[in-house]
């Protein structure tokens, strides 16, 4: 049987084969769930629109709808008020909320300071990373790269653009709460060479970089940072990026769904396998199971 296999699903098997075999096999997904899945997902609809119609208005309310309703394990969800959703101290910037907003009692207070954030990080990238854009060759397009064994690995590219110098460049929209470290594209860019090889073939890249949106707010002024790493992924990185790929296609396909508990619970908090793996898969305490064809 085939397998297919993205970027996101090869680093989850590396950081715990069973938490990959929980995820995408057994269907398994935590209950309530963190929100930088959310609010990253309706930044990436904001940013979509906006290189593609060159509009703040349009981009903020495609983030609007996205921040409002989304799918959570497979039930459509409305935002505002569900208890599905984890937030972390970093989405309580209370600064957000001010004297003259009427917030409805059942309205998660959490909800609406991302939603103030989402707009101002949008209009960050509006007047800062927009204007370098000189053109839009590709935007959220998928990609397959097949192997010898009947696998693919695939994704999808967030933006292949014509820089304000000219270059080609394959950039990827990223939000963090955190600034990025000047050389992450040359530690951490696999995500870029997987990128760069699968359109190399039809377009003459130029180099790569992350567009980072800082979801910290300036005290003194308050406003949203945008960050632009521009660079290249070197043939090491690709190599090593590949060579993972094999390696976890091979462990898939062998069955190996080890935990790598408690090791882990190290990356990103606690790992999906938490009380699943200590229990013999007996104790699903904070998760359900999502039928396949839902997210």
């Known amino acids: 049987m085939s397998i297919r296999l993205s970027h996101s699903a090869k680093d989850r098997y590396l950081r715990c084969p ?14 309530i769930i963190g929100s930088p899945l959310l609010f990253g997902s309706a930044i990436d609809d904001g940013l979509n629109v906006m290189v ?8 903020i309310k495609a983030f ?23 937030y972390s ?47 839009v060759l590709e935007v959220q397009k998928y990609f ?10 695939i994704g999808y590219l967030d ?6 110098d000219g270059r080609v460049l394959i950039l990827d929209n990223k939000t963090s709460s955190k600034k990025y470290a000047d050389d992450k594209i040359e530690t951490e860019g696999g ?3 997987l990128y760069k090889e699968a359109f190399s073939r039809d377009y003459p890249i130029d180099g790569v970089g992350y567009l980072v949106l800082e979801k910290g707010i300036r005290k ?21 990026t590949f060579d993972e790929f094999s390696k976890v296609l091979y462990g898939i396909r062998m069955g190996n769904f080890e935990s790598n508990h408690p090791i882990c619970n190290t990356y990103f908090g606690e790992c999906i396998c938490n009380l699943y793996h200590p229990s013999g898969g007996q104790d699903l305490t904070g998760l359900t199971h999502v039928p396949r064809g839902k997210r």
Do not use: F
Request: charged share 30%.
């Open 18 to 31: 069973l938490s990959y075999h929980m995820h995408y096999n057994l269907r398994l997904r935590e209950e």
């Open 52 to 59: 593609v119609t060159r509009s703040l208005e349009d981009a």
């Open 64 to 86: 609007d709808k996205s921040w409002t309703t989304a799918e959570i394990n497979g039930v459509s969800t409305e935002l505002k008020t569900s208890k599905l959703i984890r």
């Open 144 to 153: 397959s790269l097949p192997n010898g064994n009947g696998d693919e690995i």
């Open 220 to 240: 003194r002024e308050p406003r949203t940072r945008t960050q632009i790493l521009l660079g290249d992924v070197s043939e090491e990185l690709t190599e090593k």
């Open 89 to 135: 101290k970093a989405d309580n910037d209370e600064s957000l909320i001010t004297e003259d907003m009427i917030i409805p009692s059942k309205v998660i207070p959490q909800w609406v300071i991302m939603q103030q954030k989402g707009h101002m990080m949008l209009t960050a990238y509006y007047n800062e990373v927009l204007p370098k854009i000189k053109k």
């Open 191 to 193: 995500q870029l060479a």
């Open 159 to 164: 933006l292949l653009c014509e820089w304000e």
